[in-house]
């Protein structure tokens, strides 16, 4: 078999449920074995008063506590290791100064099983050696860029790392090479579908693309439909995140009906964000992950804070890897824009150390004609305000450099006059999304 359902890891992907859970069960215990050696994991579990005998299968793992985002900050940069230095072959940071970043190590190995698994997630989609794959996606610190790249070139696609940006390149990059298959940001397609047209390009006659991997940002059904419909393609939705190596958690097969989850790799748990409680199939919580497979830096009950349910039933394509639904937003207060995630402390605390700047500002989330924006509005200070316009324009500048430094968007500034953003009873509103039901998911399954 060859065709779309075809397996790329047949001993894995093909298991019966009761052979995947026993493996499951073995990684499991294997991981906490190991997890527990890290200074994190030591320090937690004894606070707990857990003692790791207690925890005697999978049927356990809600004895043991969360970990959070938190605790990666509190313990960055190397809190959670739990390998010798010299066997960590690569670091991704997350953006953000000290304070909010994070940081993830992997050793050779968890390279190796984070490429097999992105492998594995395109070949399911049908794409095969011979494919041409243009991966338009954030190299450098993202994972979205080296997590695709690693898994296109295993595959044995002709892989071409053009990363972000520069639209007028990427058109000349699929025309000279005959590019098959994408792995873009949804908010890109969109942009890159408005370029297109102006350039008086039709995708479905003058180029060849079948296969699109969307990711990064929540988005809905309707985007993808718009999107396929446009540039002649199958879109499949990617889901990741960087404490789990990257992309390659959960992706979509050909039958388009929600993410497979990689449960030889990851423990699944929907949880009430509220209560911690599991929540049944179906029902939409928040979602939490364990890693078994990971060797430099495990992590155990990771609340990732994205809301999402598990979808009911067994799927077409005869994998028994459970699935869950298009991810429907969060449960903290991130806001992903261009594929870039943003929490507005991370504005909060640029715009405090300039001195010019007043006490209050907000952010408003725009999309003008597909192409999003960041519109910070920043109260200055009296003294500020009676500078002249020159003066004030270098503040402008001044504030978009700080914060394009920290977020890596660049942001529109409006300077507004002391006291002129509107006052809210009670807690200051600091976001305000106004994309509306484009990008944002508008459909909470599949
Ligand atoms: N993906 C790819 N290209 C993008 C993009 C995105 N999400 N958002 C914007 N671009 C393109 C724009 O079309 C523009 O190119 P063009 O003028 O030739 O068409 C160029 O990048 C700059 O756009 P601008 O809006 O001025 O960008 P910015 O300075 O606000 O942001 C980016 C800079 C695009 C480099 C940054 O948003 C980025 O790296 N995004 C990708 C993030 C990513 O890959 N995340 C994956 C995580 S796994
Ligand atoms: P990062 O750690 O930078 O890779 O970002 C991970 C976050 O991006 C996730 O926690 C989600 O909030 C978001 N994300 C990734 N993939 C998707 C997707 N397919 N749909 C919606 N949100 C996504
Ligand atoms: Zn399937």
Redesign the pocket.
């Given at each position: 078999m060859d065709g779309q359902n075809a397996y790329w890891d047949g001993e894995v992907e093909g298991l019966a449920r009761d052979a995947l859970e026993s493996l499951q069960e073995e990684r499991f215990m294997a991981t906490l074995r190991r997890a527990a050696a890290s200074p994190f994991y030591h320090e937690k579990l004894k606070a707990a008063g857990l003692d790791l005998r207690a925890i005697r299968g999978l049927q356990d793992i809600t004895k043991l506590p969360f970990t959070t985002k938190a605790d990666l900050r509190a313990y960055y940069p190397d809190g959670f290791l739990c390998v010798p230095k010299e066997k960590l072959v690569r670091l991704h940071v997350s953006s953000g100064t000290t304070g909010q970043a994070t940081a993830v190590y992997y050793t050779k190995r968890d390279v190796d099983t984070w490429a097999h698994l992105m492998a594995r997630c395109m070949y399911m989609t049908g794409a095969r050696p011979g494919d041409v794959f243009q991966n338009?996606?954030?190299?450098?610190l993202?994972?979205?860029?080296l997590?695709f790249h690693y898994g296109g070139e295993l595959l044995g696609m002709l892989t071409i790392p053009s990363?972000?940006?520069?639209?007028?390149?990427?058109l000349q990059l699929m025309r000279d090479f005959g590019t098959t298959v994408v792995h873009?940001?949804p908010?890109?397609a969109l942009?890159?579908m408005d370029?297109l047209m102006e350039q008086g390009v039709d995708p479905k006659k003058d180029l060849s693309l079948k296969i699109m991997y969307m990711?990064?940002?929540p988005y809905s059904e309707e985007v993808r439909r718009r999107v396929e419909a446009f540039y002649g393609v199958k879109a499949y939705n990617s889901y990741?995140l960087?404490e789990m190596n990257?992309?390659g958690v959960a992706f979509e097969c050909s039958a388009q009906q929600g993410m497979h989850l990689w449960e030889d790799a990851y423990i699944l748990e929907v949880v009430d964000p509220e209560t911690g409680e599991p929540v049944p199939d179906g029902v939409v919580g928040e979602l939490v992950l364990t890693t078994i497979h990971r060797e430099g830096m495990p992590l155990l009950r990771y609340r990732t804070k994205d809301l999402t349910s598990v979808v009911k039933g067994t799927c077409s394509c005869g994998r028994v890897h459970r699935r869950i639904a298009r991810i429907q937003g969060r449960s903290d207060d991130m806001f992903i824009?261009?594929?870039?995630?943003i929490f507005p402390i991370q504005v909060e605390q640029v715009l405090m150390a300039i001195p010019e700047v007043g006490a209050n500002y907000r952010i408003l989330l725009k999309r003008e004609r597909d192409?999003?924006?960041?519109v910070v509005q920043v109260e200055v200070t009296d003294r500020a305000f009676i500078e002249d316009m020159r003066h004030l324009n270098r503040l402008r500048e001044k504030i978009v450099h700080e914060l394009?430094n920290e977020l890596?968007?660049?942001?529109f500034v409006e300077l507004i006059e002391p006291n002129g953003l509107p006052k809210e009873e009670g807690k200051a509103v600091r976001l305000i999304d106004l994309r509306g039901g484009g990008v944002r998911a508008s459909t909470p399954f599949v």
């Open positions: 338009m996606t954030g190299y450098g993202f994972t979205g860029g997590g990363g972000p940006g520069n639209s007028k390149r990427q873009v940001i908010s890109y942009r890159f370029f990711g990064a940002e990741g960087s990257g992309p824009i261009k594929g870039v995630n192409v999003d924006e960041m394009k890596l968007v660049t942001p």
